[in-house]
Structure formats: C-alpha cells, structure tokens
C-alpha cells in the first residue's frame, strides 16, 4: 500500500511533470492546484525547458487568477528567485 502512494505521489511530482513534457511534448495542467503549477515551473526553469515556461505563466494567469492575487507574496518571491520568469 506504501508502494502506490509512493508511486503517486512520483508520478504527480513537478519533476515528473516536466520529464512527461519532454517526452511526449504534451502537459495537462488541469487537475493540478497552483501550487503544484509553480512547482512545476520552477522544475522546468531548472531544466531550461524555456518553450515550456509561456504556457506554464498563460494558464497560471488565465485560470488561477485568484489564487495568484491572494498568494501574491509567493509569486513575487518566485519569480524574484527565477530571473526567467
């Protein structure tokens, strides 16, 4: 049961992410929570995955619009931290 779990929680890391993008190319963001989008584009700027950072920032401010104005603090200090970004 540890195992799945384990499994799991590899598969949905923000790492594993961006390794699925390099490989297929494709990314579905939808059934993640901002949080993890950030995750995610922290992970893909560490990687230079730079084609990948635009579609990653469009859906944060086109479907997390609110959750970025409440959570201001953490988008400054991320993109403060990522010059790319």
């Known amino acids: 049961m540890a195992d799945d779990k384990l499994s799991t929680n590899i598969m949905r890391s923000p790492l594993c992410k961006s390794i699925s993008y390099i490989n297929g190319g494709r990314l579905s963001l939808e ?8 995750k995610i584009l922290i992970s893909a700027n560490e990687l230079s995955l730079q084609e990948l950072i635009p579609y990653l920032e469009s859906f944060l401010i086109e479907n997390k619009e609110n959750w970025m104005e409440q959570n201001f603090d953490l988008i400054y200090q991320t993109s403060f931290e990522n010059d790319t970004f």
């Open 31 to 38: 059934e993640y929570d901002a949080t993890d989008v950030i």
